[in-house]
């Protein structure tokens, strides 16, 4: 079973940084991980993805966020910098896995980020 635990989402002020947290559980091999948002009225939509060691950012948010991943402790991270009151939403953590020939693919529970102006 696969699991994924997000943290580190809050208020902040405008210009402030914010860093997300999201560990997962279970036996697998993963295949990418990625952050997505969902503001509302709006579509969830991709911030960032990292796969095989590449990755990539909306372009809303490049220059301004950094997607990470420690192999390790199976935790993804998501560095938010320069925030602006547009970035607000929920952030959820996506993870794409697979065991054998049984494909994953799992969800956070999402985490809130508000930006003050």
């Known amino acids: 079973q696969v699991q994924l635990v997000e943290s580190g989402g809050g208020l902040v002020q405008a210009g402030g940084s914010l860093r997300l947290s999201c560990v997962a559980s279970?036996?697998?091999?993963?295949?990418?991980m990625g952050w997505y948002r969902q503001a509302p009225g709006k579509q969830r939509e991709l911030v960032a993805i990292t796969s095989s060691g590449s990755t990539n950012y909306a372009d809303s948010v490049k220059g301004r966020f950094t997607i990470s991943r420690d192999s390790v402790k199976n935790t993804l991270y998501l560095q938010m910098n320069s925030l602006k009151p547009e970035d607000t939403a929920v952030y959820y953590c996506?993870?794409?896995?697979?065991?054998?020939?049984?494909?994953?693919?799992?969800w956070g529970q999402g985490t809130q980020v508000t930006v003050s102006s």
């Open positions: 996506n993870l794409e896995a697979s065991l054998g020939s049984v494909r994953y693919n799992a």
């Open positions: 279970g036996i697998f091999t993963i295949n990418a």
